[in-house]
């Protein structure tokens, strides 16, 4: 029989796994196989906040009108984190996913021009591509460190995903790499999941005014997002194939799955969240 710490860890895997959308129905199906609330406390909230991190959850900001991004970059302490946009610091509630607690921050540092360039640029990126999207960029003081999520959640549909990515500057050195992610959960007459990433973007970065700099990270970026996107659509079209290959011929239910259907359904979620 598993110990308390074995139980502890294999639940905390299973809320960490859980796609983008439906973490609270992983956390219900979590309790009810476990039956001991009290083991589970001992490391929820830590857990809820480590999820909501690497995913890169968004929130309403109470005022300013955009949304607000949750990332280890930006914070603070457990609950409380930075709006570089903004210059202001608020605290998140990772149960309710409420932000309160709006106030003004220390966070401008010597590289807020350039900052505050590249995030104008993604501020329109984000308003062409990722509507319903966020992104913040982090000075790091050695680093600038811009960040983008995007959420589609459509349960009625059966189908949510998530796309990440993850752009790091080495201001010494110019060293700019890009880490990308999508996430896609389809599970109408099936269980379907995409889980694509990628993190072979780089390239240098010549020094110049912060406008022209900022220009230069962005161009990368927005190509970089663009070939990436192309690349998982071609895996798409070849994927029905494979599937066909890879299925068993009857399933446990002894009833066939149109494959066809689910195929096209996922299809669909990846055109939705690259904003096609």
């Given at each position: 029989m598993s110990s308390d710490t074995e139980k502890l860890a294999i639940a905390t895997n299973f809320m960490l796994a859980a796609p983008p959308g439906e973490f609270n129905e992983v956390v219900t199906d979590v309790r009810a196989l476990v039956a001991n609330d009290t083991l589970l406390n001992k490391s929820a909230l830590d857990t809820f906040?480590?999820?909501?991190?690497?995913q890169m959850l968004t929130a309403d900001h109470p005022s300013a009108g955009y949304k607000l991004l949750i990332t280890s970059y930006g914070e603070i302490d457990k609950k409380t984190y930075q709006d570089p946009r903004s210059g202001e610091q608020f605290q998140f509630d990772h149960?309710?996913?409420e932000v309160s607690n709006v106030t003004s921050g220390n966070f401008r540092g010597k590289n807020e021009a350039l900052r505050s360039s590249l995030d104008n640029l993604l501020v329109d990126y984000l308003a062409e591509y990722y509507p319903d999207g966020a992104a913040a960029v982090y000075d790091k003081?050695?680093?600038l460190v811009a960040c983008i999520s995007a959420s589609r959640f459509s349960p009625n549909n059966y189908w949510n995903g998530r796309l990440r990515s993850t752009w790091t500057l080495e201001l010494?050195?110019?060293?700019?790499?890009?880490h990308v992610r999508a996430l896609v959960h389809y599970y109408e007459e099936g269980n379907v999941q995409l889980d694509a990433s990628s993190d072979q973007f780089k390239t240098k970065v010549d020094k110049a005014d912060?406008?022209?700099?900022?220009?230069?990270?962005f161009k990368f970026i927005q190509q970089s997002e663009a070939i990436w996107q192309e690349g998982v659509d071609d895996t798409y079209l070849n994927m029905n194939e494979t599937m066909r290959a890879m299925r068993r011929q009857l399933p446990m239910t002894r009833q066939k799955l149109d494959w066809v259907k689910i195929y096209h359904g996922a299809a669909r979620v990846a055109d939705e969240l690259g904003g096609k």
């Open positions: 906040r480590k999820y909501n991190s690497e149960v309710k996913h003081g050695s680093q010494s050195s110019g060293q700019l790499t890009g912060e406008g022209t700099m900022a220009a230069d990270i």
